[in-house]
């Protein structure tokens, strides 16, 4: 059984540009979700997506939006990107009413 | 809304020593509560979890953990921790009647566990 995984590990970009992260999910499960980790600070909900449609947000703005496709694996896109965006983003995915699985993360640094 | 917090940012200790790591939260609704464990450059595990029945919830790695609800406590603890325990631990909750534990996930700040020799 394959488990959550991130790509890219690292990624590094400057202020005003658009970065895409990606997330497979662990295999049989349906649902994902984002969360952004700052330096220091425990992780803080995005979005969820349950078979392709966004199923709650947190306080982001529409800036953050993302994708789910039918083999449920899912993007976060970043647009504008400031400076405090610079964060570990952590995927995680479940079966409905289950456990929450995350993957490594994906580092971006934004400078 | 639901906020947690958790008590001590950084807990040192010695190998073979008892640990507890405090976790308190606030919540209008009955809450889903959690304890993950973060190595570095990885992701988050699940230590253990509580969503009902008995208040003591027994987790991997011989930890443990009680329900409290008069004091709106979760404390994480263990009775002989190992150099290899050093890692940073959150808890969370998750509201129960917006999404049960498959919705969103409300974190404390973390504590940095790290054991000494």
């Known amino acids: 059984e394959t488990g959550v995984t991130q790509s890219p590990t690292h990624l590094i970009k400057t202020r005003g540009q658009q970065v895409t992260l990606r997330c497979s999910s662990q295999?049989?499960?349906?649902?994902v979700s984002w969360y952004q980790q700052a330096l220091g600070q425990g992780p803080q909900f995005i979005f969820q997506y349950y078979r392709e449609e966004e199923n709650g947000r947190g306080n982001f703005p529409p800036r953050f939006s993302g994708l789910q496709f039918p083999n449920y694996s899912s993007e976060l896109n970043v647009n504008a990107l400031e400076l405090d965006d610079s964060a570990l983003y952590l995927c995680a995915s479940s079966l409905a009413h289950n456990e929450q699985f995350f993957g490594p993360g994906t580092r971006l640094t934004v400078l | 809304a639901q906020s947690v917090t958790q008590l001590d940012s950084q807990v040192p200790v010695f190998e073979e020593a008892p640990v507890e790591l405090r976790c308190n939260y606030s919540?209008?609704?009955?809450?889903?509560l959690f304890w993950y464990v973060q190595y570095p450059n990885q992701g988050l595990q699940l230590l253990l979890k509580y969503l009902s029945g008995s208040t003591l919830v027994k987790g991997i790695n011989g930890f443990e953990a009680e329900f409290n609800k008069s004091q709106t406590s979760f404390h994480l603890r263990k009775p002989s921790v190992h150099i290899s325990d050093t890692a940073e631990y959150f808890c969370a909750v998750s509201d129960r009647e917006s999404g049960g534990s498959n919705y969103k996930l409300t974190f404390g700040k973390g504590t940095l566990l790290t054991v000494n020799p």
């Open positions: 919540s209008s609704v009955s809450v889903y």
């Open positions: 295999s049989g499960h349906n649902t």
